[in-house]
């Protein structure tokens, strides 16, 4: 027998009508508050991007600046709603990043530990052998990563045959282990390009770091425009493209608008959208800029979970500087994938055990190879999307 509760603070003398409202102190088999649905708080274009079925590529900047600037509340309502459309909300991908050459670069990205330019204090190496690299992938899989990044610092693989050699080597190495291999070398040309795709690569790493117009403050050695020749060279030859940016360059938040923009209007979605809170380097140009604010890194998140509905995104650097309840909020949005393991190319990482004991706090689980974008694509083709929500929650049930 149900047993309705007088609600508290609700005194006794007044007339109790259960039936017309819910309250959370009552035992519940209340009709439902009968008050209309919220409406939606802006036009039309953040009901298309919250009704979205399929990525679009034809995004204008104005229409992601309309999304962007919905009041947080909602936008990250909404992108939590389409992130359960298109993705499983338990599932967050683990990916460990390995530095398999550290420092000497020649560019001049000016929040970077690695560039020969700035006196960070980082010792230079050459390229790590085959089978430490292995190694370590043997490791982060044991402790549930399932993709493996290697990141080496060079401008670009000019010249560098027999390194590239060794790097096949190493991607090779981890396919076989069951692992979805990144790469990031910095620019490479189509031929180089075809080369790691017959290795296996599964995915190459590429930012474009920033907008467009905010780009050129903080790097002058390569353009912006080499970054998307190299992001073609990868995407026609097979190979899936992790492009994102890095939040806290001094930038306004017209340029994260910027940055999706850019992403959102490839000829296809990246696989992967990698979110960075800039870890200050002493040494660089911004070594002492301070913290980006929490609440833009969660509206650029849930706006891209919005404008790029199957992408995986990738709460990157900075990670560790964010408390268990910022990242759940993050998870929210629509991020789905961590980099997890003793450190992230030359900055701190969460470790697994923290990751895999905040996991069992929330509900949540280490994404399996089946429900990746590469996972998907290899056993199903174009699966069609899977819906993880109720019907009576459908975006147009709820703001009708
Ligand atoms: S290209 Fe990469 S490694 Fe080189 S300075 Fe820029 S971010 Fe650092």
């Known amino acids: 027998m149900r047993v309705l509760l007088r609600p508290v603070g609700c005194p006794p003398s007044r007339a109790f009508t259960p039936r017309l409202s819910r309250c959370f102190s009552t035992v519940v088999d209340a009709p439902p508050n009968p008050a209309p649905p919220p409406k939606a708080p802006s036009g039309s274009v953040f009901q298309d991007a919250f009704g ?5 590529t034809n995004w204008t900047r104005d229409e992601i600046s309309q999304v962007y600037n919905t009041p947080l509340i909602e936008l990250t309502f909404a992108a939590s709603t389409v992130h359960r459309r298109f993705h499983n909300p338990a599932a967050i991908q683990m990916c460990t990043l390995m530095n398999i050459k550290t420092g000497g670069c020649s560019e001049d990205c000016s929040y970077c530990a690695q560039s020969s330019r700035y006196d960070t204090g980082l010792k230079a190496t050459k390229l ?107 995407q026609q030859a097979g190979i899936h493209v992790c492009t994102g940016g890095i939040l806290g360059l001094g930038e306004r938040p017209q340029d994260h608008v910027g940055l999706i923009h850019t992403v959102a209007t490839l000829p296809a979605h990246p696989e992967s959208f ?15 800029s301070s913290a980006i604010a929490f609440d833009a890194v969660l509206r650029t998140i849930a706006t891209a979970r919005l404008v790029l509905p199957k992408t995986i995104i990738r709460l990157a650097a900075g990670r560790h500087t964010m408390r268990e309840e910022k ?11 961590i980099f997890t393991g003793e450190k992230m190319l030359t900055t701190a990482c969460n470790g697994w055990e923290e990751d895999k004991a905040m996991f069992e706090r929330w509900g949540l689980r280490p994404m399996t190879q089946d429900e990746t974008v590469q996972g998907q694509q290899e056993t199903a083709g174009e699966k069609k999307l899977e819906m993880h929500f109720d019907e009576g929650t459908t975006p147009k049930n709820v703001y009708a």
């Open 327 to 337: 990242q759940i909020l993050c998870f929210q949005a629509g991020a789905n994938a």
């Open 52 to 56: 979205a079925v399929a990525p679009r």
């Open 128 to 234: 790590s052998s085959v089978d430490s690299v292995l190694e370590a992938a043997r490791i982060a899989k044991e402790n549930g990563s399932s993709r493996f990044c290697m990141g080496a610092a060079w401008r670009d693989m000019r010249g560098r045959k027999t390194n590239l050699k060794n790097i096949k080597e190493m991607v090779k190495g981890v396919r076989s282990l069951g692992m979805e291999a990144c790469v990031t070398l910095g620019m490479i040309d189509a031929e180089q390009a075809k080369e790691l795709k017959d290795a296996g690569l599964t995915a190459y790493n590429h930012n474009v770091d920033t907008s467009r117009e905010h780009y050129p403050t903080v790097i002058t050695t390569r353009s912006y425009d080499e970054r998307l020749a190299t992001i073609k060279n990868v």
């Open 274 to 288: 990698p979110v960075n809170a800039l870890v200050p380097i002493k040494g660089t140009p911004l070594g002492e």
